[in-house]
């Protein structure tokens, strides 16, 4: 076990987290939402700084982050745990052991450790990935440090529930994030999610005033999430902050707690993506539609081919220096590994 960062003790041995907008307060011997996280006397404890859940070697394409180093590897790592409950959730096993099991699991690891398998596997990146990256943040800022005097970028893939005091912490050892915006309503976030709606789009908004390099996912869920209204002011909201922020919308399968709705119809999604580009956004992706036009990547100017995608493979990246070569528009994204660390 290892103290925890970002919390502030109170009387009668109660801590408060200010890690996630959950901001748990937590009486000794008690754990806060995310399960991994436990007050010990008065001293808030991480219980996972060392135990390693996964670790893979993946195309930096499955975060997924589209304009971000194209075809590069990115050394993913996870451990047990999450702050939201949703029951669509896709690595149910491991990020909702403590809750559902009441087990932690996994490897022991070190930050150095890490940074060295990294380097290994020449991997452009460490993506803090699969769970929620905010629950083990002590071993994410840790391996981002050490990472980025190895240049080694980090990338977060996350719920975006941090508070503004943990990505103010981590500042620019962030090089970049896919952050998941599930819904536009706060009855979702409440009834799926065991969340809230607005601490997200304020990440959102941080993350871009702060040059993160920003994508941002929604699965759309049948029934649910999928409306014409609801999808415009989620477009809506990410053109307003930036209009190059990449939106993948990807195809929701029936998994975990909510098994009673349908696979997501394929034209659904590219209805979604008509209205991204609708809404004034310039680059919106399809997601779980293998060899869908929409996994690739147009100029947002001539529409010409840029990035030819088969799932998470590139056929041919037609980027030169950060431009399209049909009209030299310069294309929003990060092209290179030295420009990972220009921001």
């Known amino acids: ?11 009668g041995e109660r801590v408060r987290c200010s890690l996630c907008n959950h901001r748990c307060l937590i009486k000794a011997g008690a754990k806060g939402i995310c399960g991994v996280r436990e007050n010990k006397g008065g001293i808030l ?3 996972v700084y060392d135990k390693l859940i996964a670790r893979h070697v993946d195309p930096i394409e499955k975060k997924p982050l589209f304009h971000f180093l194209p075809g590069s590897r990115s050394f993913s790592i996870a451990t047990v745990g999450c702050n939201f409950r949703c029951r669509f959730c896709q690595n149910s096993d491991i990020s909702q052991m403590p809750a559902d099991y009441n087990r932690i699991l996994g490897d022991d690891m070190t930050p150095s450790l890490l940074v060295s398998e990294a380097k290994a596997s020449r991997s452009s990146t460490i993506a803090y990935t699969y769970t929620e990256p905010t629950i083990y943040y002590e071993l994410a800022v840790d391996t981002a440090r050490l990472a980025e005097s190895n240049k080694i970028g980090n990338v977060f893939v996350s719920n ?5 005091e943990c990505l103010q912490d981590i500042g620019k050892t962030l090089h970049g994030a896919n952050v998941d915006l599930k819904a536009y309503s706060n009855s979702f976030y409440k009834e799926q999610c065991g969340a809230k709606l607005e601490p997200v789009l304020e990440s959102i908004g941080k993350m871009v005033e702060m040059g993160v390099w920003l994508e941002v996912t929604t699965l759309l869920i049948p029934g649910l999430n999928d409306s014409e209204k609801e999808l415009r002011e989620i477009a809506g909201f990410l053109a307003q902050h930036d209009p190059n922020i990449p939106w993948h919308i990807s195809r929701f399968h029936p998994t975990y707690r909510l098994t009673d709705r349908d696979a997501t119809p ?4 590219q209805r979604a993506r008509e ?8 680059y919106v992706y399809t997601g779980n539609l293998p060899g869908d036009e929409g996994e690739k990547t147009f100029c947002h100017k001539c529409r010409g081919l840029l990035i030819d995608r088969f799932g998470f493979s590139i056929r041919k990246n037609m980027i030169k220096d950060g431009r399209c070569p ?4 310069e294309i929003p994204g990060v092209w290179t590994i030295d420009s990972v660390f220009q921001h």
């Open 266 to 269: 394929a034209g659904d999604i």
């Open 1 to 11: 076990m290892k103290e925890a960062y970002l919390y502030e003790k109170l009387e």
């Open 45 to 47: 404890s991480t219980l």
């Open 160 to 164: 975006g529930y941090m508070t503004e």
């Open 275 to 282: 209205i991204g580009y609708d809404a004034g956004l310039r």
């Open 326 to 329: 049909e009209c030299n528009t």
